[in-house]
């Protein structure tokens, strides 16, 4: 079993997470299958090529950009920035690891800036981040004082970033972050066990928006707190955008709830204490193309002459977030 794995298992068994612990060997073997991603052996390999870093290390994970510093030689650096580099596009961060800065396409620090002073204390808590890419908020989330950190998310690479920042972070978060490759289908049902459950930047890629929320109410424990971050339209408690074949390019788009609607969806899933939080527009300095995301991005998304709408003719891209409890 190798080293990240293990370190799973034992969070596993720590949390008591049993019924789940039995189906992690199937899911990590699906979701890390080198038949299905050709790209997976070369992500893998990139990783553990990474060079042995000094002990001493200065980490940060309460700052806007997750920091590690260390001492490398100028070669070392090199050979980290290469590696690191092989795991391109990187979509949410910023990073900064043994001196390397990864600047991602999306400012990712801008949303826990929004999101964060409205979670409850998550000191002590236990945190599901459903989506979380490269584990950006994760990190975030161990760094506010978070016991026990899983990222699900069905994308290799994310998990392949994750584990390189894993390589620099080291054990300094108290193996308290951790992250398996599936989706929230794959989490056992009714196991009402996480103090907060995150969905960002999920629910407008599922064509059954009020089974997602269900799911995320299933994994929560009661009283436990739900953070949403999704795309919403302008609106009434009627209104509700169903895209074309494309939403800003993306072809797996589908409801566009005004945060309104989003907020009767959420009361008719059952939840408590609905509010909705921060809602804005998405700046083109909050999601751009950049060194590390050299694909395209938000700004050719949008209609050349009209910003305010996507090149499709849709609204531009707006979200909010809502915040709601399990009852007790």
């Given at each position: 079993?190798?080293?990240p794995?293990?370190?799973?298992?034992?969070?596993?068994?720590?949390?008591?997470?049993?019924?789940?612990?039995?189906?992690?060997?199937?899911?990590?073997?699906a979701?890390?299958?080198r038949?299905?991603?050709?790209?997976?052996?070369?992500?893998?390999?990139?990783?553990?090529?990474?060079?042995?870093?000094?002990?001493?290390?200065?980490?940060?994970?309460?700052?806007?950009?997750?920091?590690?510093?260390?001492?490398?030689?100028?070669?070392?650096?090199?050979?980290?920035e290469n590696?690191?580099?092989?795991?391109?596009?990187?979509?949410?961060?910023?990073?900064?690891?043994?001196?390397?800065?990864?600047?991602?396409?999306?400012?990712?620090?801008?949303?826990?800036?929004?999101?964060?002073?409205?979670?409850?204390?998550?000191?002590?808590?236990?945190?599901?981040?459903?989506?979380?890419?490269?584990?950006?908020?994760?990190?975030?989330?161990?760094g506010?004082?978070?016991?026990?950190?899983?990222?699900?998310?069905?994308?290799?690479?994310?998990?392949?970033?994750?584990?390189?920042?894993?390589?620099?972070?080291?054990?300094?978060?108290?193996?308290?972050?951790?992250?398996?490759?599936?989706?929230?289908?794959?989490?056992?049902?009714?196991?009402?066990?996480?103090?907060?459950?995150?969905?960002?930047?999920?629910?407008?890629?599922?064509?059954?928006?009020?089974?997602?929320?269900?799911?995320?109410?299933?994994?929560?424990?009661?009283?436990?707190?739900?953070?949403?971050?999704?795309?919403?339209?302008?609106?009434?408690?009627?209104?509700?955008?169903?895209?074309?074949?494309?939403?800003?390019?993306?072809?797996?788009?589908?409801?566009?709830?005004?945060?309104?609607?989003?907020?009767?969806?959420?009361?008719?899933?059952?939840?408590?204490?609905?509010?909705?939080?921060?809602?804005?527009?998405?700046?083109?300095?909050?999601?751009?193309?950049?060194?590390?995301?050299?694909?395209?991005?938000?700004?050719?998304?949008?209609d050349?002459?009209?910003?305010?709408k996507?090149?499709?003719?849709?609204?531009?891209?707006?979200?909010?977030?809502?915040?709601?409890?399990?009852?007790?």
């Amino acid at each position: 079993m190798s080293h990240p794995h293990r370190e799973l298992y034992r969070a596993f068994i720590d949390q008591g997470l049993d019924r789940w612990l039995a189906r992690l060997p199937e899911q990590l073997a699906a979701g890390l299958d080198r038949q299905r991603y050709g790209d997976l052996p070369a992500w893998e390999k990139a990783v553990s090529r990474l060079p042995a870093l000094p002990v001493e290390r200065q980490v940060r994970l309460d700052a806007d950009t997750v920091t590690v510093d260390c001492d490398l030689t100028d070669s070392q650096r090199r050979q980290c920035e290469n590696l690191l580099r092989q795991l391109i596009p990187w979509r949410k961060g910023p990073y900064r690891l043994g001196g390397i800065s990864i600047d991602t396409e999306w400012r990712s620090d801008w949303k826990w800036q929004r999101v964060a002073p409205h979670l409850a204390d998550l000191r002590g808590r236990r945190v599901l981040d459903v989506g979380g890419g490269s584990g950006y908020h994760a990190w975030r989330m161990s760094g506010a004082g978070a016991d026990f950190v899983l990222v699900i998310d069905p994308s290799p690479r994310f998990y392949y970033q994750f584990q390189a920042v894993r390589h620099f972070v080291g054990g300094t978060d108290g193996g308290r972050t951790h992250f398996l490759p599936v989706g929230i289908e794959d989490v056992p049902s009714r196991l009402a066990f996480f103090d907060t459950v995150f969905s960002m930047g999920v629910l407008y890629h599922r064509p059954s928006p009020l089974e997602h929320l269900l799911q995320l109410k299933d994994a929560l424990r009661p009283g436990g707190e739900l953070v949403l971050e999704t795309l919403v339209v302008e609106g009434d408690e009627t209104t509700v955008l169903l895209p074309g074949e494309r939403y800003a390019a993306m072809p797996n788009v589908y409801f566009l709830p005004s945060s309104a609607a989003l907020c009767q969806w959420i009361e008719r899933c059952g939840f408590d204490n609905v509010r909705v939080v921060d809602e804005a527009v998405t700046s083109l300095d909050e999601q751009r193309s950049t060194d590390w995301m050299t694909f395209q991005s938000l700004a050719d998304f949008l209609d050349p002459h009209n910003p305010s709408k996507t090149r499709e003719g849709y609204p531009a891209p707006r979200r909010a977030v809502i915040l709601a409890n399990k009852p007790k």
